[in-house]
C-alpha cells in the first residue's frame, strides 16, 4: 500500500513559499508582522492602535485575512493605510501563497512595514509559517490565562503574545503569573506584554518593541 501524508506534502510546499516571502521581505526592505489570535480578542482594535502610534515613524500596508466580508479591511483602508483583503472562503487560516499573492498587489517599494491580521483561529494558523518577521498571538483576559495548556503550538511558534483587554481584568479570575510560567516552559523567549487598546494601556511600550525590531532588521540589512 502507497501511503501520501497530505498534511506534510502541504506544510513543505507552504514552507518553500515562506522562504520566498522571506527573501522578498529582504530585498524590497520592508518588515513582516503576523498577528494571530481567536476571534473576538480584539486583533482590529489593537492593529488601528498600533497603526495611529507607528504611522508616526513608518509607512505601513496591512493584508487581512478573513473567511467572509470585507469589514476589517474597510476600517484599514479608511485610516489611509494601502490594505489587500484575503477573503478564503472557508480555509480557517492563511498559507504562504496566499500571503504572497497579496504581497503582489501592495506598492511594497514605499513600504515599512506590512502587517497581516490572521483568520481567528488558534489551530490552523500556527501551522503555516508565513515568513514573518514577527509572528504573533494575540490573547484577551476574557479567553482565559490557561489557553497555552489547550493550545502549545500557537504560543511555541510565536515571538511576542499581546494580552489584550487587560482593563477587564477586574471582572475576570486571570492569573497573569500562571500564564507568565505555562508560557515560558513551551517558549523561553517569548515576549509577553499587557495592553488595552481601547484605553491605550500598554500600547507605548509595544509599539517601541516593534519599532526596535523593524530598525534591527533594516541595520541588518
Known amino acids: 500500500m502507497e501511503y501520501i ?3 506534510e506534502c502541504i506544510l513543505a510546499d507552504n514552507a518553500g513559499v515562506a522562504d520566498q516571502v522571506r527573501e522578498l521581505a529582504r530585498s524590497k526592505g520592508f518588515f513582516l508582522w503576523n ?4 476571534p473576538g480578542a480584539g486583533k482590529t482594535t489593537f492593529i488601528l492602535s498600533a497603526i495611529e502610534r507607528l504611522s508616526k515613524e513608518f509607512k505601513i500596508g496591512v493584508i487581512e485575512g478573513d473567511i467572509e466580508s470585507t469589514v476589517d479591511a474597510e476600517k484599514m483602508q479608511r485610516c489611509g493605510v494601502p490594505t489587500v483583503q484575503l477573503r478564503t472562503g472557508g480555509d480557517c487560516h492563511l498559507d504562504a501563497p496566499m500571503i504572497m499573492k497579496a504581497l503582489e498587489r ?13 483568520i481567528g483561529n488558534l489551530v490552523c494558523p500556527a501551522e503555516f509559517d508565513l515568513g514573518a518577521d514577527l509572528p504573533s498571538m494575540l490573547l484577551s483576559v476574557p479567553e482565559g490565562d490557561d489557553k497555552a495548556l489547550k493550545y502549545p503550538l500557537m504560543f511555541s511558534v510565536c515571538k511576542a503574545l499581546v494580552v489584550t483587554k487587560i482593563d477587564c481584568a477586574q471582572l475576570f479570575d486571570f492569573n497573569f503569573e500562571a500564564l507568565a510560567l505555562n508560557t515560558r516552559r513551551l517558549n523561553p523567549d517569548l515576549k509577553i506584554f499587557k495592553v488595552s487598546a481601547k484605553e491605550g494601556i500598554g500600547m507605548d511600550e509595544f509599539c517601541q518593541y516593534l519599532s526596535n525590531e523593524v530598525k534591527e532588521k533594516i541595520k541588518r540589512g
Open 5 to 7: 501524508d497530505l498534511k
Open 35 to 38: 498577528i494571530m489570535s481567536s
Open 106 to 118: 501592495l506598492p511594497l517599494e514605499e513600504l515599512d512595514i506590512v502587517i497581516i491580521e490572521n
